[in-house]
């Protein structure tokens, strides 16, 4: 299997007021990054104050208004790297598994989406962003298409058919996918096992009707 190319986050979805050049101010903006989270996971979102955040990060105020606005901004950026790593896992798993057919995508892709809510601080609450605003990650897209994009970019190295053609089809599923793991969220804060295992059933019957049942 050829290598797969990490698909790219949008621009606007890191809105620096400035880009951190020394590692000294990488690793505060980072800090800041992680203390959102953090607040997020005991507060919420609208509890959550860019005070609060710097506080929690051991910087002052000022420091963190030099690179964001305002809280909207960090949680966008917060959710930036949120969605970074999560293709950045994808493309990893997907290049060791090397799938034959959509039931090691399909698993791959939601295995990797159910630990990061279980297991990243801040993620159970924002996800990737349409708690706050449906176009976070790009003004030009909604989240979803952000996210559907990215996949694209990634299953199309390795599934031989039109990339519209799957754009349209992982569109579909993510969709799917979507509404039923957030039943299963509100079933089950870790989220329901049961619902998880029908959400890849259906996705999978989906993509294998659509496609054949090999990738």
Not at 69 to 76: C, G, M, N, S
Not at 77 to 86: G, H, V
Not at 147 to 162: F, G, K, N
């Amino acid at each position: 299997m050829s290598d797969i190319q990490a698909a790219k986050v949008p621009a606007e979805a890191t809105p620096l007021r400035r880009q951190p050049v020394q590692q000294r101010s990488a690793k505060r903006v980072e800090q800041m990054l992680d203390a959102s989270a953090a607040l997020i996971d005991e507060l919420g979102y609208d509890a959550l104050t860019t005070t609060l955040i710097a506080k929690r990060a051991g910087v002052a105020v000022g420091s963190l208004y030099q690179f964001f606005p305002d809280k909207r901004a960090v949680v966008q950026a917060l959710t930036a790297r949120n969605l970074e790593r999560f293709v950045g896992a994808v493309n990893e798993r997907l290049k060791q598994l090397g799938p034959e057919h959509w039931w090691d995508v399909v698993d791959s892709i939601l295995d990797i989406y159910l630990e990061m809510h279980r297991t990243v601080p801040g993620f159970s609450k924002v996800h990737f962003g349409d708690i706050i605003d449906r176009q976070l990650l790009d003004e030009t897209r909604d989240n979803n298409a952000v996210i559907v994009d990215s996949l694209t970019d990634l299953v199309a190295t390795q599934v031989d058919r039109p990339v519209e053609d799957l754009r349209f089809a992982i569109g579909i599923a993510n969709e799917v996918a979507d509404a039923l793991l957030k039943l299963a969220f509100r079933k089950e804060p870790s989220g329901d096992e049961k619902i998880v295992a029908e959400a890849k059933y259906v996705v999978k019957g989906y993509l294998a009707a659509r496609f054949g049942e090999r990738s």
